[in-house]
């Protein structure tokens, strides 16, 4: 059984529970959380009697090995780095850290803390239908493109329409479309075709000085891959892969419910295998096999791959913010 914490009360940590509550190797020990309502709400909706309001405390006395870290994206680089030094295996939802500097800091951490284990929670890439489009695309002959989309309107864009600042939608926040809906689709591109040889990035901004929509051209060797994302707006354009004679079509890059594949002769053979209730299910149970054995030859090349992407991620993602003008706190000059 795998004892674990949380940090935030959000539908992020509501989703967590409900995926390490079905796959009955999960069982939590502890609560953080900066507000005293909130916590004494969750601890109760999740049934736990622990509750710290000092992370400190929570790190040293909280009684877990795995924490699933869902705090607003400005305190990720902090609490992971807690978690790291206590010797705790980390799960982070994306995007986990802001730029490179903060990913390299990690990794020595990392080094100097063998005991713990770090993990991005990109729970696409994890779904049994993505496993289907991933065997697919290693079938085609050819890949002459893709177009991948993660566009779905939030409410919060109403009320910065309106003039409000909400959290994770502002500079200060380190919010905008890249963080929330492009990682996603920056994590299924690379985990598809590998690292690009470039990237080129188009923004619109909002009010708040975050990018609200973007479209991000990778090159790669014989093709381009078109990223669309965005939370202004909806979109119900389907996420393809481009074959020769062929064509893989997704009806949602974060949600997988229709995959098909088109032939030569327009004959269309569904790629869905069954799927879990909860979306971060799958990627549960992945990590659980890697937190419970280890030391396993193939366990560590896949935990190797896993962390090697989320650099890589984190590298590509960074990259196109800079190319449009999005800065955050932790890129100024620290005074």
Not at 53 to 75: L, M, Q, R
Not at 141 to 154: D, K, S
Not at 275 to 287: K, S, V, W
Request: glycine letters at 6%; zero cysteines.
């Amino acid at each position: 059984m795998i004892h674990y914490g949380l940090i935030g009360t959000n539908q992020a940590t509501d989703d967590f529970v409900q995926a390490a509550n079905v796959t009955n190797k999960w069982e939590l020990g502890a609560l953080y959380a900066s507000d005293v309502d909130q916590a004494d709400q969750y601890a109760k909706k999740y049934g736990t009697n622990q509750t710290f309001f000092d992370i400190t405390d929570f790190f040293k006395n909280g009684n877990f090995d795995t924490v699933f870290i869902a705090s607003p994206n400005g305190d990720h680089f902090s609490h992971i780095k807690q978690a790291i030094q206590a010797d705790k295996h980390v799960i982070v939802q994306p995007p986990a850290l802001t730029n490179p500097t903060e990913f390299a800091e990690v990794e020595q951490l990392l080094i100097d803390h063998p005991r713990a284990l770090f993990f991005e929670g990109a729970y696409p890439i994890h779904m049994p239908n993505f496993k289907n489009i991933e065997a697919a695309v290693g079938k085609m002959a050819m890949v002459q493109g893709a177009t991948l989309v993660a566009m779905r309107e939030q409410p919060e864009y109403d009320a910065i329409l309106e003039g409000a600042q909400p959290e994770g939608f502002t500079l200060a926040s380190f919010g905008g479309a890249l963080q929330q809906k492009g990682v996603y689709a920056i994590y299924a591109a690379l985990k598809l075709f590998g690292r690009p040889n470039s990237a080129t990035y188009f923004a619109t901004a909002v009010e708040t000085g975050v990018d609200g929509t973007g479209v991000a051209f990778l090159q790669y060797d014989h093709f381009y891959v078109t990223l669309h994302f965005g939370f202004t707006t909806d979109s119900y354009m389907p996420t393809e892969v481009n074959g020769h004679h062929e064509l893989i079509q997704v009806d949602d890059l974060t949600e997988m419910h229709l995959v098909q594949h088109y032939d030569a002769q327009k004959k269309i053979t569904p790629l869905m295998s069954a799927d879990y209730t909860y979306h971060f299910t799958g990627e549960l149970l992945a990590f659980t096999e890697v937190l419970e054995h280890p030391y396993t030859a193939e366990n560590r090349k896949k935990y190797r791959e896993w962390l090697q992407l989320a650099e890589d991620v984190n590298n590509v993602v960074y990259h196109l913010r800079q190319m449009v003008g999005i800065k955050f706190p932790t890129d100024m000059p620290q005074k």
